[in-house]
């Protein structure tokens, strides 16, 4: 969660993570799928580049329905 947290504070703030190209949608998606997290300790979605940041993150991401569900 650290390493999301991390990555997080960079994208919010208009730095570029080597690596990664997100759009302003992707960043505010996984700043929803991150504050689930902390609150409900799982959040569901449907986003490619989330899922692609989450897995990259250690953070367990299986698939639900159409989407995926993160847990931690």
């Known amino acids: 969660m650290l390493t999301l947290r991390n990555t997080l504070q960079k994208l919010v703030k208009g730095e570029k ?37 989450l897995t990259l993150c250690n953070i367990t991401v299986k698939t639900k329905g159409v989407g995926w569900e993160a847990s931690i």
Do not use: Q, T
């Open 17 to 53: 993570v080597p690596g990664w190209n997100l759009s302003a949608h992707d960043i505010e998606e996984l700043v929803r799928i991150y504050n689930e997290l902390i609150e409900d300790r799982k959040s569901s979605f449907i986003n490619g580049h989330c899922h692609n940041v």
